[in-house]
């Protein structure tokens, strides 16, 4: 078994959308394979930089974290508030992690 050394968790900010950008990407490349069209992909990959961005930048109810290992993000994940008549007072919105040698970000030191 090979040793993983630990990642450290941190709230995101907004030095962090590329890596998580490509985090995500990788991420559901990995779970959704051929089931998602090529075009598709190639789509998501042009605006995920963008999109994180803004919300890393305007977070409005939600929160986002990544896991970072030896200055890679490896993982990321984000609660938003649902409100005061929501069953749950966070929702989970995506959760996402790589292996150290697949995630492609590098964390701000």
């Known amino acids: ?30 779970t959704y394979g051929d089931r998602i069209p090529q075009d598709v992909y190639a789509e998501r990959e042009a605006n995920a930089e963008g999109d994180w961005q803004q919300v890393l930048a305007d977070p409005g ?3 986002t974290w990544v896991a ?5 993000v ?4 984000t609660a938003e508030a649902a409100g005061p008549r929501e069953v749950r007072p966070l929702r989970c919105g995506c959760c996402m992690s790589s292996p150290p040698s697949r995630a492609g970000g590098r964390a701000p030191t």
């Not at 970072?68 to 890679?72: D, F, H, I, L």
């Not at 490896?74 to 994940?77: I, K």
Request: proline share 7%; aromatic share 2%; hydrophobic share 50%.
């Open 1 to 30: 078994m090979t040793d993983i050394p630990p990642a450290r968790i941190r709230p995101a900010t907004a030095l962090d959308a590329a890596a998580i950008a490509r985090a995500h990407v990788q991420a559901r490349r990995e």
């Open 61 to 63: 109810a939600t929160m």
């Open 68 to 72: 970072a290992r030896a200055g890679e």
């Open 74 to 77: 490896v993982g990321f994940a």
